[in-house]
């Protein structure tokens, strides 16, 4: 029997969603109803999703241990579906939590990467509760911080990584000084701030001097990001915060990127046109992940938000069977 060429990750994907889409399937007339009977605390608010990647501190203490750990980097959890094989350059581990407990996946130092698209958010915490605010509220998020709350950036990054471009778009999450590292900004050496002047508009220059206005995007390059680090590969650490605020960190940089790039160098970061083709129908497809954390669309999480927790406290104060537990005498 002969053997059948094996489907990459996204050629099954496809091969599902066709095959879905080709079923005929009866419908029920008063389908839209149904959404009266779902309960709102239940339902996605983010948008469509995607396996992430999360940025890991490094610590001195644990230099003895040596790895990311030490060093700083990314890390992977294992929960998303995306299996050792698929990942052949990362090393299996567990992160530990302040808490106490620790979660399986797999870590790395560097990644490289093209970038795609980004969000941006403020993320209000009360308690065990997360009310979310476009980027540009800031104000608004400010004066909705109850007491013993706090206030802290949010930035997603929509990438394409290097080597595992058949698992689709993953997106690197980061907060507080990481993302202030990452993120664009007016002035500094952020991540992006070094890519653009190194990378995106030195290329365009050249376009522009062959007479070509078109310019380039992010994800037309190959970006390699991991922790601050000395020459000789020792991680750089650094403290951020006041007061009792403080602690040490490992942030992000740009790797591996001059002042001044010749362009046969700027040639061998292109990710090539099949990639940049690629790369692009995943920026149109991410329209809906990229709006999610605007004003308007936040603005309606927190209101289901609101309600379902309205909901939830009405349903328990009309519960007969519902006994607050100071009244318990044993």
Known sequence: MANLPKQSKLEQRSAAAAMLAAQDVAVE?????????????????????????????????????????????????DAQGIEADDLPDWTPGELEHQ??????????????VAVIRSRRCWRVRDGDQT????????????????AGGGLSGRLQVLVAVRGLEELGPLVLTMGGSVSRAFAPGKSGNSVMNVFLRSVITPANTLN???????????????????????????????????????????????????DKLEPQ????????????ALFSTWYIEAEEWANAWTAEALSGQRQAQDEAEEEAAEAEADNPAYVEEEQIPF
């Open 29 to 77: 007339e008063d389908w839209l109803d149904a959404a009266q009977d779902v309960d709102q605390s239940t339902v996605d608010l983010e948008g469509p999703q995607y396996p992430y990647i999360q940025w890991v501190h490094g610590k001195k203490a644990l230099k003895p241990a040596g790895g990311v750990i030490y060093t700083g980097g990314w890390f992977l959890n």
């Open 99 to 112: 808490q106490g407990d620790a979660t399986a996946g797999f870590f790395i130092r560097d990644l490289t």
């Open 131 to 146: 009310r979310l605010y476009a980027w540009d509220e800031y104000e608004r998020a400010v004066k909705a911080i109850p």
């Open 208 to 258: 522009r001097k062959r007479g070509v206005k078109n310019a380039f995007p992010y994800r037309a390059f190959w970006l390699a990001v991991g922790p601050d680090r000395e020459p000789d590969g020792t991680p750089k650490f650094a403290t951020v915060g006041e007061g009792s605020a403080q602690s040490t960190v490992t942030l992000p940089v740009a790797l591996g990127i001059g």
């Open 265 to 276: 160098e700027l040639g061998q970061l292109f990710v090539g046109r099949d990639n940049l």
